[in-house]
């Protein structure tokens, strides 16, 4: 079978969902599963569609600039005209690229791929089962609802909540986690061991402060406030595709009062995650769950309004992560955490152990696989029938309340 993954670099979130499927499909399926994985933005949608990746980045440093572009999105009245026009300009590109992969199911990890999708299928009248997963926690982005697909694959019972309300049928919604790569769920070797690899003192507490994949939030503050002076622990700082960052900290490296590894954009993110103790992260819901699947307690550095809001109050209300009110506020819970038996740490770890879903990618392949190339959901049109769409998710809406 040839399943043909869709995602997006726009953030790091999408993509590692979508390489964490690959994975898992590929387990699941053996030798005769055949998995793309495509950024149908930035290779096959016009412009400036084809930048996303750049403007996302541009809006993590202007944070009230995507907080404004985020609400103004995500209005359901928008959303019956919004979805519809950005998946018809998009309708060249999905045609090539469903030419160039022929694929025998499609999943996605935007929800801007189901638009685009559905023009072609409803114009051609061919029939291609579609799966969304779902990347966010809590109260998703309107988008995520699009009506159209065979399945919806919740992180968590919040999501699915949401996705009822707003008009996906209860039956098409599956609970399942966070897909990760299966390389978080299993140690390649001991913490010390990957420790002195990386040229740190085995045996010592080690925090890990990641920026997500473009390397944003208060990092160098947080990097001064913890390793400024004298302490008991060590850190790892993995700055993305922040090159100017990385610089600026390797500068310093000579300064810092306890051992500092820094790292770029690095491919090997499970074995930074388990040569640590604990995550120190802005509130990207992919590496919170990496972390979590990893045994790692988290403290967010950062949290972009918008999405990552109910991204972040998840993780918090499982008791897992704690919201940093500055970066002095880092030191303070590290030096709580480094002392012996520490109720601090030892309660999180408990809450880490029970939340924890690391085989929600394997979960995901199995459902698709074992469904086939079934189709049960026709492509809807792009544009006519929104309105009565619309309309069905608000009675749901009234329904569940």
């Known amino acids: 079978m040839r399943v043909l993954i869709l995602t997006t670099d726009a953030g790091g979130g999408h993509r590692s969902v979508a390489k964490a499927l690959a994975a898992s499909f590929e387990e699941v399926g053996g030798p005769s599963c055949h998995v793309s994985v495509v950024d149908f933005m930035a290779g096959y949608a016009p412009f400036p569609l084809s930048r996303t990746r750049e403007l996302y980045n541009f809006m993590m440093r202007h944070p009230l600039l995507y907080s404004a572009f985020w609400a103004s999105t995500n209005v359901r009245d928008g959303w019956a005209l919004n979805a519809p026009a950005v998946g018809l300009a998009m309708e060249a590109g999905m045609r090539r690229l469903l030419r160039e992969h022929a694929p025998d199911v499609v999943v996605a990890t935007h929800p801007m791929a189901a638009p685009a999708l559905v023009s072609i299928l409803h114009r051609r009248k061919v029939r291609l089962p579609y799966y969304t997963v779902v990347t966010d926690f809590g109260d998703v982005h309107t988008f995520w609802a699009y009506p159209f697909g065979e399945l919806w694959f919740a992180p968590c019972d919040e999501t699915a909540y949401h996705l009822i309300r707003s008009g996906i049928p209860r039956e098409r919604v599956v609970v399942v986690g966070y897909p990760v790569h299966p390389r978080f769920a299993r140690p390649s070797r001991p913490a010390a061991e990957l420790r002195r690899e990386l040229g740190l003192e085995p045996e010592r507490f080690t925090a890990l402060l990641v920026g997500g994949a473009e390397g944003v939030g208060p990092i160098e503050e947080v990097v001064e406030a913890v390793a400024g002076a004298p302490a008991p622990w060590q850190l790892i700082v993995v700055t993305g595709r922040n090159k100017e960052l990385k610089e600026r900290l390797e500068a310093q490296a000579g300064r810092w009062a306890v051992p500092v590894h820094i790292?770029?954009?690095?491919?090997?993110?499970?074995?930074?995650?388990?040569?640590?103790?604990?995550?120190?992260?802005?509130?990207?819901?992919?590496?919170?769950?990496?972390?979590?699947?990893?045994?790692?307690?988290?403290?967010?550095?950062?949290?972009?309004?918008?999405?990552?809001?109910?991204?972040?109050?998840?993780?918090?209300?499982?008791?897992?992560?704690?919201?940093?009110?500055?970066?002095?506020?880092?030191?303070?819970?590290?030096?709580?955490?480094?002392?012996?038996?520490?109720?601090?740490?030892?309660?999180?770890?408990?809450?880490?152990?029970?939340?924890?879903?690391?085989?929600?990618?394997?979960?995901?392949?199995?459902?698709?696989?074992?469904?086939?190339?079934?189709?049960t959901a026709p492509p809807i049109p792009p544009l006519v029938g929104l309105r009565v769409l619309r309309q069905r998710a608000l009675q749901k809406r009234s329904l569940l309340r």
């Open 263 to 375: 790292d770029g954009l690095v491919e090997d993110m499970p074995s930074r995650m388990h040569a640590a103790n604990v995550l120190l992260s802005k509130g990207g819901p992919a590496t919170l769950s990496e972390g979590l699947t990893c045994g790692l307690p988290a403290l967010l550095t950062s949290v972009l309004p918008g999405q990552e809001e109910d991204d972040a109050r998840h993780f918090e209300r499982l008791g897992v992560a704690r919201r940093l009110s500055s970066p002095a506020e880092a030191r303070e819970l590290l030096e709580a955490m480094v002392e012996p038996g520490s109720p601090i740490l030892q309660e999180m770890l408990a809450n880490v152990a029970r939340a924890a879903r690391p085989l929600a990618g394997l979960e995901v392949a199995r459902h698709v696989l074992s469904r086939g190339t079934a189709v």
